[in-house]
Nanobody, 124 residues
């Protein structure tokens, strides 16, 4: 059973930066596809970004492209989300998700394992 624990959320002013971490445990034999989703109050959960097991492949949603960077350290079983030039619209609960394999890395239903989330609040 894969367990995911997010950290690094907080409050920041617009234009600021935060780095989220997602520590994973319970992999059977190899790293998984890892993703970040977010959900703002009253809105559906939104895919943000995905990274392949090796880290060679990264995918970003249009709203964060050029501002957010996903990376991973497989030796530490940790995935990071560097968020720069934050905007009030980035305010949301951010969730880490994992799946062993997928042909659809942007789909919420592709992911089997989810963390509890970490709150990010951006003030104007």
């Amino acid at each position: 059973q894969v367990q995911l624990v997010e950290s690094g959320g907080g409050s920041v002013q617009a234009g600021g930066s935060l780095r989220l971490s997602c520590a994973a445990s319970g992999y059977n034999t190899k790293p998984y596809f890892m993703a970040w989703f977010r959900q703002a109050p009253g809105k559906e959960r939104e895919w943000v970004t995905t990274i392949s097991p090796s880290g060679a492949g990264t995918y970003y949603g249009d709203s964060v492209k050029g501002r957010f960077t996903i990376s991973r350290d497989n030796a530490k079983n940790t995935v990071y989300l560097e968020m720069n030039t934050l905007e009030p619209e980035d305010t949301a609960m951010y969730y880490c998700a994992a799946t062993e394999t997928t042909m659809f890395p942007r789909r919420e239903t592709s992911y089997n394992y989810w963390g509890q989330g970490t709150q990010v609040t951006v003030s104007s």
